[in-house]
Nanobody, 115 residues
Framework: QVQLVESGGGLVQAGESLRLSCVASERILTFNAMGWYRQGPGKQRELVAVMNKFGTTNYADSVKGRFTISRVSATNTVYLQMNSLKPEDTADYYC?????????WGKGTLVRVSS
């Protein structure tokens, strides 16, 4: 069973930065894609950023220019660098891996941005 463990969430003020980490129990290049999703209060889960196995990235319009997804395959870790955080970025952030015929999710890490 694939496990994804997120960390790095917390409470920050608007304008500050956070870096989220997602450690996978499998080699991350095994997956077709890995990414980050978020679910804010009263909202549906939405894509934040995704990177496919070839390194191609895609971002939600709301985070372009502020967030960066990256990976270190040697440690099976995917990162989400979040800069210039806004109160509307407040959400539970989930790591996702697609591949091996399945869709895998971590348990999430909470990011709260105060104004």
């Amino acid at each position: 069973q694939v496990q994804l463990v997120e960390s790095g969430g917390g409470l920050v003020q608007a304008g500050e930065s956070l870096r989220l980490s997602c450690v996978a129990s499998e080699r991350i290049l095994t997956f077709n894609a890995m990414g980050w999703y978020r679910q804010g209060p009263g909202k549906q889960r939405e894509l934040v950023a995704v990177m496919n196995k070839f390194g191609t990235t895609n971002y939600a319009d709301s985070v372009k220019g502020r967030f960066t997804i990256s990976r270190v395959s040697a440690t099976n870790t995917v990162y989400l660098q979040m800069n210039s955080l806004k109160p509307e970025d407040t959400a539970d952030y989930y790591c996702n891996a697609q591949g091996l015929g399945e869709d895998y999710w971590g348990k999430g890490t909470l990011v709260r941005v105060s104004s």
